[in-house]
T-cell receptor
């Protein structure tokens, strides 16, 4: 597709429910990032993939959060046993190649509300 | 230590005037990139402008320019001739080279810009 695509755009989950958020990066993009953005705050880094390899998962807040990119394209962020503090926008981003100088393009985000 | 600092929670400007949004950063990596993104209320993160640490000239993209002062570790965004549609949250971000793979993009807390007529 033309841009980074995320689904669902909006998700309401009951506390304790598991959720899965999908990201389709721009075709051919090697690097893929997940961010969590609370209301009124800047995006906080969660995890980073280069192709199928998860190079950095230092930002995942707990072991309830898990991300994968098995074939080096589509990625899924899974949150188990959701808590109210997980309510946020989850942003996915991709860049063509690794390296500091490559523009990173964002999707529109998945807005998660845990009730 | 915070890597990206944006000290202005909110800025107000009149239409057609210029405005400067401040950003300072902290890194020991000699190779890094600095980015500015715009996030309107719809939530989409829109890339505006990029400055590489080795670039000799300040980056410009249309009405956006980046005032890069490497020794002071600052990368301020200048928006000329503000328009009502510029009202949004603006984020400064940095990515270090960190070897071949690069590192994640790290964001500041953002500045809310309000443009009035």
């Amino acid at each position: 597709g033309a841009g980074v695509s995320q689904s669902p755009r909006y998700k309401v989950a009951k506390r304790g429910q598991d959720v899965a958020l999908r990201c389709d990066p721009i075709s051919g993009h090697v690097s893929l990032f997940w961010y969590q953005q609370a209301l009124g705050q800047g995006p906080e880094f969660l995890t980073y993939f280069q192709n199928e390899a998860q190079l950095d998962k230092s930002g995942l807040p707990s072991d309830r959060f898990f991300a994968e990119r098995p074939e080096g394209s589509v990625s899924t962020l899974k949150i188990q046993r959701t808590q109210q503090e997980d309510s946020a926008v989850y942003l996915c981003a991709s860049s063509l190649v690794p390296g500091a100088g490559n523009t990173i393009y964002f999707g529109e985000g998945s807005w998660l509300t845990v009730v | 230590a915070q890597k990206i600092t944006q000290t202005q929670p909110g800025m107000f400007v009149q239409e057609k005037e210029a405005v400067t949004l401040d950003c300072t950063y902290d890194t020991s990596d000699p190779s890094y990139g600095l980015f500015w993104y715009k996030q309107p209320s719809s939530g989409e993160m829109i890339f505006l402008i990029y400055q590489g640490s080795y670039d000799q000239q300040n980056a410009t993209e249309g009405r956006y320019s980046l005032n890069f002062q490497k020794a002071r570790k600052s990368a301020n965004l200048v928006i000329s001739a503000s328009q009502l549609g510029d009202s949004a949250m603006y984020f400064c971000a940095m990515r270090e080279a960190g070897g071949q793979a690069g590192t994640a993009l790290i964001f500041g807390k953002g500045t809310t810009l309000s443009v009035s007529s």
